[in-house]
């Protein structure tokens, strides 16, 4: 197990951990819509320090396809919640 | 092996990630937040590099930290635009101490346990058998990217799948309401920024889908970078932005999905399994479908950007007749956009984002 | 001998972002910290781009690696100008 990896993963551990705070405790929605953001970057870094395999030789090509897949479905989500954000803050009266 | 400035390199990165990080969800106002963790994205992207993911940081880039900003940006300037009081924050109180003890404790817990279970996945035997079986197939695979390889041939089940969720997102952004309006026409400085980089932008994303068979790049970061460009656009005051109208921008929306499931069922009609691609055809069908996902991609992007229903493109006739024209247009630059007159009306004069 | 100079290059650059940062954190009002950020990207970046090309083999990479710089010297100048022209019009009220 190399350094590099388990130093990206643990750090991203500690960012997921510090998203859950956040989408925990904070009370504006454009905060936690933030952390959740946060939680799914401290989980991509998981995932790409398990791929990768040193300095010279080809990474672990499938999960850096998952983390590609997370960030589109991540924007996706994020996406949506703003849209029900502004929907949530809208007045009575706007289409 | 780690030289010693690479490790420092490293504990600088990791650094700067996890001070972002906390920094953007420590702060109260919103847009100190997301634009801090547009920093963090890209110092993401950084480390993306560092460990060999390049595709992924080019991903991270573009739509991580451009698109999702973007986004998040946009979302904020319309909460603060359109009420002055913090009404929306009144009712929450901040939670007592015990609760953020408790909260504090329990996610420690968590990365606790996700530390642990990771150190223990580093151990396993069995952590190469994809790697493996991935640069056995590769040859047959149609490209030499492996990433790409896995993305569109290997697993092109789950990434369908992905292009139906981005299609489902912004079918729910339609249904919760129309388009944020549009910005009025941009100075000079930026009007002239966006008439040559909207084209680079353009060049770059038809570079970035081609290249992405054999060097890191592929439909999603030219589908991302399309996107950019209609941002930029629409930025700039254009309320066309290049998407089509009525009934054709359907067909784009779903472009990605349909050539996807076309290629599959015909694949299957044939007597092969779903998506499984004969080698010698796998790679232009490769590029067929990635092709088709790149303009949805960017299409459903711009339109989640938009917020809403774009109602002068919904409909399949020209909206001049419900939409009052824009009576003064800043005297500062008048782009000589000839498309489209009926939708400048969407612009509003009081706003100030430009 | 390439290796040398493409090094000084790059840790001038180095400096010239450093210069900016400092200027970021010290300086009074948004209009000076925008005109120090700017010079540092400019500068700072065509030194490290200049770096980067010496070291590179095809003329192919040196032609994107310019192509960067001026990309990002004209993107930096129009949002410089937009935040300054913004915070210009909050100031004076419209």
Redesign the interface.
């Known amino acids: 197990m190399l350094t590099a990896q388990w130093l990206y993963g643990l750090t991203g551990c500690l960012v997921v951990a510090l998203g859950l705070r956040a989408a925990l405790l904070q009370s504006a929605l454009l905060q936690r819509i933030v952390a959740v953001n946060v939680m799914g970057s401290g989980v991509f870094l998981m995932l790409i320090a398990v791929a990768y395999r040193g300095p010279g030789v080809a990474p672990d090509p499938v999960p850096h396809a998952l983390v590609l897949t997370g960030i589109v479905v991540a924007v996706s989500a994020t996406a949506l919640a703003l849209a029900l954000v502004r929907r949530l803050h809208a007045e009575p009266g706007d289409g | 092996?780690?030289t010693p400035s690479l490790?420092a390199f490293?504990?600088l990165l990791?650094i700067s990630?996890?001070s972002l990080?906390?920094a953007?969800?420590?702060t109260?106002d919103?847009r100190r937040?997301?634009i801090l963790?547009m920093a963090?994205?890209l110092v993401?992207a950084l480390?993306?590099g560092r460990?060999?993911?390049p595709?992924?940081a080019l991903?991270?880039a573009a739509?991580?930290a451009g698109?999702?900003g973007a986004?998040?940006l946009a979302?904020?300037g319309?909460?603060q635009g359109?009420?002055s009081g913090s009404a929306?924050?009144a009712g929450?109180?901040?939670?007592q101490p015990a609760?953020?003890w408790a909260?504090?404790l329990?996610?420690?817990g968590?990365?606790?346990i996700?530390?642990w279970a990771?150190?223990e996945?580093?151990?396993s035997s069995a952590?190469?058998t994809?790697?493996q079986a991935?640069?056995a197939n590769l040859a047959s695979s149609g490209v030499s990217n492996?990433?790409t390889?896995?993305?569109l041939n290997f697993?092109a089940y789950?990434?369908l799948l992905?292009l139906a969720?981005?299609l489902?997102?912004?079918l729910?952004?339609f249904a919760?309401?129309?388009a944020r309006p549009g910005y009025r026409f941009a100075?000079p400085?930026?009007d002239s920024?966006a008439r040559?980089?909207v084209p680079?932008l353009i060049l770059t994303a038809g570079h970035l889908l081609w290249v992405g068979a054999h060097a890191p790049g592929?439909a999603?970061q030219a589908g991302a970078t399309l996107a950019a460009a209609a941002v930029v656009l629409r930025l700039a005051g254009h309320s066309h932005i290049g998407l089509p109208a009525g009934s054709v921008l359907r067909l784009v929306m779903v472009a990605g999905v349909a050539v996807f499931l076309l290629v599959g069922v015909t694949l299957l009609a044939l007597g092969r399994p779903f998506l499984g691609y004969p080698p010698a055809w796998a790679g232009t069908l490769i590029l067929v479908i990635e092709s088709a996902a790149m303009l949805s991609?960017a299409a459903t992007?711009v339109l989640?950007?938009l917020?809403?229903r774009p109602?002068a493109l919904w409909q399949a006739t020209g909206a001049a007749e419900s939409v009052p024209p824009a009576a003064t247009a800043t005297p500062a630059a008048l782009p000589e956009d000839s498309s489209g007159a009926a939708t400048h009306g969407v612009c509003k004069e009081e706003q100030?984002r430009? | 001998m390439i290796d040398a100079v493409s090094a000084g290059l790059i840790v001038l650059g180095l400096g010239f972002y450093l210069a900016g940062s400092i200027g970021l954190l010290r300086l009074p009002d948004l209009y000076s910290r925008l005109h120090a950020l700017t010079k540092a990207d400019n500068l700072g970046l065509g030194l490290l781009t200049a770096g980067l090309a010496l070291h590179s083999q095809e003329l192919f990479t040196i032609a994107k690696l310019l192509l960067i710089w001026l990309a990002v010297l004209a993107a930096g100048a129009a949002s410089a100008h937009l935040i300054a022209r913004h915070a210009r019009r909050q100031e004076t009220g419209r």
Do not use: K, Y
């Not at chain 2, 929450?92 to 939670?95: G, I, R």
């Open positions: 092996m780690n490790l490293d504990g990791l990630i996890v990080a906390w953007a969800l420590a109260r919103a937040s997301v963790f963090f994205g993401l480390a993306w460990l060999l993911a595709d992924v991903a991270e739509i991580g698109l999702s986004l998040l979302a904020v319309g909460q359109a009420r929306q924050n929450h109180a901040d939670p609760v953020r909260v504090t329990l996610c420690a968590v990365a606790g996700l530390g990771l150190l996945s580093f151990d952590r190469d994809l790697a991935v640069a492996p990433v390889a896995v993305l697993r789950d990434t992905e969720v981005l489902t997102a912004v729910g952004i919760l309401g129309q100075g400085v930026f920024l040559w980089l680079l592929g999603f991609i992007l989640a950007f917020g809403g109602q100030s430009c």
